[in-house]
């Protein structure tokens, strides 16, 4: 008996299960990478080829592997006998995030097993056209899942609005990502994504990525709150990329009352570390805890801030280290040891879903 009405639940499953064997750690997806594990992990050895690649290996011309194959997109040829597959991709597209789809989709009616005879292809000539359809929708369920999973779309959305923009995040065309967003907007008001965990340890850097493209800085921020670059007041966008290793301004350690522990002006280590009201330095004047300056009644920001911000993370305006010019513009040099790495925050323990 085939199966009718399309499982879309086992489509995401598969495909989340996919993302979870892979190990990979952000998007857009490296699907030759894909490709790889797959081959690591059955039995079936599976290739990725281009129309032209098929075309010239089979004397077909354009037109003729359209027809063969009976669609634009292209296909999965699957053996079982002989332990192969292929998926054929249309190269002359020029649309790259489209023919990223048309993969994932056809390696989606693979994983699916929706082409379990000897060299099955799926058309619309060898099912019934409800089968077709059904097969067409869990495949690309499967392709929206893998390329761009709906809880991450949510939870970069949900830190950065609709500024970002989902195509180039994930690798897809402009015409998918208007949809996936669509959706998860339209889901969300049921939906608790929060509560969606399988895929947020795994991509918990990615999701938190942030960019500022004023002082080329890339950031770790698990507060959606944090809007601004501390360095230059600018506005945050998404970037991943893996593994930054970018420059980064002197941390200062400060007290449990957000004091620095040495002046910045002075070096007085002489503070009283247990009084809060102790915010100037006793021998130099010198604030020594850093603060929003914004008093702006309505925003009341004023909030406390890490000793090297020069501008509030949330509102964007200028810190009071800033202004008295303990800290220096961020394109003025004046870092003594500058460190590697991403800004090491570590996430508050109730804002991680587990
Ligand atoms: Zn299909
Ligand atoms: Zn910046
Ligand atoms: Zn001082
Ligand atoms: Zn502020």
């Known amino acids: 008996m085939m199966m009718i009405k399309p499982n879309y639940k086992k489509a995401e499953i598969l495909a989340r299960k996919f993302l979870k064997d892979s190990k990979v750690k952000g998007f857009p997806l490296d699907l030759d990478f894909f490709r790889k594990v797959y081959n690591k992990t059955h039995n079936t050895r599976l290739r990725i080829k281009s129309f032209s690649w098929y075309m010239k290996k089979y004397n077909l011309s354009y037109s003729g592997m359209i027809e063969f194959i009976n669609s634009e997109d292209g296909c999965c040829f699957y053996s079982k006998e002989e332990e192969k597959a292929i998926i054929i991709y249309n190269d002359f597209l020029n649309n790259a ?7 994932a989709h056809e390696f989606g009616h693979l ?4 082409i379990n005879n000897n060299r099955a292809i799926i058309t619309r000539n060898k099912l019934s056209e409800k089968e077709y359809n059904a097969y067409e929708l869990e495949a690309n369920t499967f392709a929206r899942e893998l390329l761009a999973p709906m809880s991450l779309v949510y939870y970069i959305y949900d ?9 180039s995040i994930f690798g897809i065309s402009h015409e998918a990502a208007q949809n996936i967003l669509k ?66 301004y002197k941390d200062y350690d400060i007290s449990k009352n957000k004091q620095v522990l040495r002046c910045l002006t002075c070096d007085n280590e002489d503070i009283d570390f247990n009084n809060d009201k102790y915010a100037f330095c006793h021998i130099c004047g010198s604030p020594v805890i850093n603060k929003c300056l914004n008093k702006n009644e309505k925003t009341q920001c004023g ?24 800290l220096k513009a961020w394109n003025k040099k004046q870092e003594e040891t500058p460190t590697f790495s991403f800004d090491s925050e570590v996430p508050p323990e109730e804002e991680i879903p587990f």
């Open 159 to 167: 830190c950065l609005g609709d500024k970002i923009s989902i195509d």
């Open 97 to 103: 995030g489209r023919i990223r789809w048309t993969i």
């Open 303 to 326: 909030k406390s801030l890490p000793a090297n911000a020069r501008f509030c993370p949330y509102c964007g305006s200028e810190t009071l280290f800033y202004e008295k010019g303990l």
């Open 183 to 248: 959706r998860m907007l339209e889901w969300s008001k049921t939906h608790d994504y929060s509560k969606d965990t399988c895929l947020y340890v795994q991509f918990s850097k990615f999701i938190h990525s942030k960019y500022c493209s004023s002082c080329n800085h890339f950031f770790l921020s698990y507060n959606k709150q944090e809007k601004y670059c501390k360095f230059c007041g600018n506005e945050f966008e998404f970037k991943y990329k893996e593994d930054v290793n970018t420059m980064k």
């Open 111 to 114: 994983i699916l097993g929706h």
